[in-house]
């Protein structure tokens, strides 16, 4: 898990530099927490995270597209989204690596989702892509 996080960092830091370049200082460790949501999204989607009450696959994919969102409308501040995004492509390979079942572990993860969606949008009238 270390090198996970370590690995996801580190490449997340070197591949977002471009977009940001070497004068901006960078400082966190948000990009590695990413690589680790990967992987967890893969190995272990269904176990249930008390802090979100969801499943973390389900946390994990929703925070990535979140993010991906925000790279693509070009949102500027403090916070370096497209490192989170490296952090998380990192993760890929390494919970695919990790996981036997992962393909399974996806579809279930990408179905809770739209699920979520679903309530969301049936329930309580919420426009999740308006």
Request: charged share 10%.
């Amino acid at each position: 898990m270390i090198t996970a996080f370590l690995l996801g960092g580190t490449v997340a830091f070197l591949a977002s530099t471009p977009f940001y370049g070497w004068e901006v200082g960078m400082l966190g460790a948000s990009a590695g927490i990413f690589t680790l949501a990967a992987v967890a999204m893969l190995v272990k989607p269904l176990r249930f995270s008390w802090l979100f009450l969801s499943p973390v696959g389900v946390v994990a994919l929703l925070y990535f597209l979140y993010n991906v969102m925000l790279v693509y409308r070009g949102v500027h501040d403090s916070i370096s989204y497209i490192g989170h995004v490296w952090g998380f492509i990192v993760g890929v390979p390494l919970g695919k690596a990790w996981s036997r079942r992962w393909v399974f572990n996806l579809l279930m993860t990408v179905f809770l989702l739209a699920l979520y969606f679903i309530i969301l949008k049936i329930f309580l009238g919420v426009e999740v892509f308006g």
